[in-house]
């Protein structure tokens, strides 16, 4: 914005090419375009970023209510049952670990690693996600031929859930689960997938790139012009307060465009709240969250540690 608006004026100032001077209607009307497509986008982002944090905490909800269920419905002398209880709430935490992974994985239309300035904040976090490895992080959580076959289908975190519904099914079967406590279960297992279709739905839809580029354009448009308008206004005053007052376009044109700039940018940063970026959705911090609180629900003393934000980033 600064080069934008010094050199007209320096071809204004020393060249005397007046004819830059443009009326300011014109871009008055084309900031108002860009001022409503710029407010929708960023209305649309910001409730594709709140929608995924409302599924997460939905996900919270349904783990916490999944996990008390299975510790109490499930029938078995003490030894047996805690077994049980274990398996299949440490399942759950695949499932948590399989869909983060999924959520992570980079996309054509992302930005984090396709913007230059995305890509030089990098240094400031860590992406969980990127460090490791799923394989290895399963490992804590199935057992070995659970984990091969995970692995070897395309939505793990789908065949996750498949898995806990056979052995809940297993488990009725053998009457360590009444009929209505199945039912039970297998509903939240039912909520536990459409929350899991709902990120999917966040991650593989993007926000459509004709309101995305015209909210581009329209910026552009509005930056390049507005120097010309403010030319065109303060010449005005020329007269009145002398030549050198045609260097407040410089201020003037940089602080408006870099609002418009700035709102286009935080609209972008706001498209996708699972691509690993600054402004995700915590989904590492929540699934560590849940994990504790379903340990302690099975009485376990040695819990992981809380994650922690690293510059104030959590991820």
Not at 102 to 115: A, D, F, P, Y
Not at 138 to 163: G, H
Request: aromatic fraction near 12%; charge should be negative.
């Amino acid at each position: 914005m600064l080069i934008l608006s010094v050199i007209p004026i320096l071809l204004f100032y020393f060249l005397d090419w007046k004819w830059l001077a443009i009326p300011w209607v014109p871009v008055a009307l084309l900031g108002t375009a860009t001022a409503f497509i710029s407010g929708f986008k960023n209305t649309q982002t910001y409730n594709r970023t709140w929608e995924a944090r409302q599924i997460y905490g939905a996900i919270i909800n349904n783990s916490r209510a999944f996990g008390i269920m299975v510790k109490d419905f499930v029938r078995e002398d003490d030894e047996q049952s805690t077994k049980i209880h274990q398996e299949i709430i440490y399942r759950h935490f695949a499932w948590l670990t399989a869909l983060r992974f999924q959520l992570r994985e980079i996309k054509s239309w992302e930005n984090v690693k396709t913007k230059s300035y995305n890509l030089e904040y990098l240094k400031y976090y860590k992406v969980p996600e990127w460090e490791s490895i799923l394989d290895e992080e399963l490992k804590s959580f199935l057992s070995e031929e659970e984990r091969q076959y995970v692995l070897s289908t395309k939505n793990r975190a789908t065949q996750i859930i498949a898995m806990q519904s056979s052995q809940l099914k297993k488990l009725n079967e053998e009457g360590k689960i009444s009929d209505y406590s199945y039912v039970t279960l297998e509903n939240q297992l039912k909520e536990l997938y459409d929350q899991q279709g709902k990120c999917e739905r966040i991650k593989n839809f993007p926000y459509p790139r004709q309101f995305s580029s015209i909210n581009l354009y329209f910026t552009n448009a509005l930056c390049l012009l507005l120097p010309l308008g403010f030319i065109g206004e303060i010449s005005k005053m020329i007269e009145k307060f002398g030549e050198n007052i045609i260097w407040l376009v410089v201020p003037f044109s940089v602080l408006l465009g870099w609002v418009f700039l700035v709102l286009e940018q935080i609209g972008e940063s706001t498209e996708n709240p699972f691509e690993g970026s600054a402004n995700d959705i915590p989904i590492t911090q929540i699934s560590r969250n849940i994990e504790i609180d379903l340990r302690e629900m099975l009485g376990e003393k040695e819990l992981p540690p809380a994650i922690q934000p690293n510059n104030n980033i959590l991820m």
